[in-house]
C-alpha cells in the first residue's frame, strides 16, 4: 500500500511532475518502431510525458524529430508532406529540413529561402535500436545507451511490436515483476501454446505453479527480481526477471539467457501509455512459428485495441470461458496484460490495495524508484556502482540450493 503521495510520485509525469523530468533528464525514451519510420513516409504522432512529438524519416534515411506544431502557426507537423529531406507544413507550405531549420517559406516571393533563416524549431537526439526509434527530451548531453542486449540485433532476432493501452504507464511496469499472474491470469495462453512437446519454450509452462517464492536484488540500472519454484523432483526452476529503469523488463523465454522477451511501457502521459512488446535471440532467429503464434496477422503498429465496452467487459467471451478458457480473452498474453491493467483503474488508487507475499517484487520495485527519484532531486543516485555493457534475463532449472545471483 502506498501513500497518495508516493502514488504521485511513480506514476504521473507531466509537466514539473519528479519522474516525468528524472525521465527526461536521464534517460533514452523508446518512442516508436523503427519500421514505422520509412522515407519520404506518413511523419508518426509521438505523445511522451503529456508533450506532442513528430518524428519522420528523410529521403536520405536519416531521422527529423521535432515539436509537433509548425513554428509558423502551430499547425500540426504530422500531417506534412515529408520529402527532400523535409518536412512542408500543409497550411502556408513553409518547408523544415531535417535539422530543424526553417529553408522556405513561399509567400515571401524573392525573400522565400531567407525569411526563415533564424526560424528553427526544436529538435531531440534519436538513435534506432533493438527495433525501436529512441529519443533524449533533456537538456544535457544524452546518457549512455541502455545495457540491454538487442539493440544491436537485425530484424530477424529482434521482433517488436506497438500497443497503447488506456492505463498510466506504472501499471504495465508492475505487471512485467510479477511472476505470479503469468501463471493465473495466462494460464490458457501459456497451456495451448507452450505447455506442449514441440514447445519453443518448454520452461515456461513451470509457471502455472502460481506458488513462487521471491527473492530481489537492486542493481545501480534497476533491479532483478527472481521467482524461485520448487520442482517435484527436487530441483528448482529459476526465474528472474531484470528490469532497467525506468521502462524496460527483460523477460525470460527461451532456453538460454540468450534470447528473451521484452516489455517496455512508455508513458504517453499520466493516462496512457504505450507498450512495446518485443522477442529478441542474439544466437539466430526467433521461429516463424513463434512470432506469428505472438502476433498473427495484425499489424504490429496497432497490436491492442482496448476497448472497455458498455459494461467494462472488454469483449471477454464468457462462452471461451464456459468451455474452460481461463481469462475469456482469446488472443494473445498482450490483449489480457493490457485489459487487466486497464481494469484497475486509469491511474490504480494503491492507498486502498492489500499486498501479499507474492507481491514482494512490486513492493522492491516501487521502493526502488521512490529512491531514485528522492536521489534524483537531490543531485544524485540511489546506487553508485557499474552499469554492465549489457544485462539479461535468465530462465534455468537448477539444482536445490543453487544461487541465481551467480549466475545472472
Ligand atoms: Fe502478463
Known sequence: ????????????????????QMMRERFWIPCARS??????GAPQHIRLLGDNFVAFRATDGRIGFFDEACPHRGASLVLAHNSDCALRCLYHAWKIDVSGQVVDVPSEGT???????NIKVNTYPTFEGGGLLWVYLGKGDPPPRPPI?????????????????PSNWFQGVEGTIDSVHVGTLHQSWIGGNYA????????????????????????PYGMKAAAIRDLADGRQYLR????????VSLVPAG?????????IAVP???????????????????????KYLTTGERDPDNFVTINEGPNRTWGQDRDAMAKGHFSGFTGTLVDEDLIIQASQGVIQDRTREHLCSSDVGIGRLRRRLLDEIAAWQNGLLAHDGEVPDKVRPLDIIAEAGASWREMV
Open 196 to 219: 506442449k512437446d514441440d514447445s519453443p519454450n518448454p520452461s515456461i509452462a513451470l509457471t502455472l505453479d502460481s506458488h513462487p517464492r521471491y527473492e530481489v536484488e537492486d542493481t
Open 268 to 290: 504517453r502521459d499520466n493516462h496512457e501509455h504505450m507498450l512495446f512488446w518485443g522477442l529478441w535471440n542474439e544466437d539466430g532467429p526467433r521461429s516463424d512459428a513463434e
Open 240 to 247: 528472474v526477471t531484470t528490469y532497467v529503469m525506468p521502462f
Open 255 to 263: 532456453n538460454t539467457d540468450r534470447e528473451g522477451t521484452v516489455f
Open 35 to 40: 519500421a514505422a519510420l520509412v522515407a519520404d
Open 111 to 117: 525573400r522565400a529561402s531567407t525569411f526563415g533563416k
Open 149 to 165: 542486449p538487442f539493440l544491436d540485433l537485425d530484424e530477424s532476432r529482434m521482433w517488436v511490436s506497438r500497443s497503447v493501452s
Open 1 to 20: 500500500m502506498l501513500t497518495e503521495e508516493q502514488n504521485r510520485l511513480l506514476t504521473e509525469v507531466e509537466g514539473d511532475a519528479p519522474f516525468g
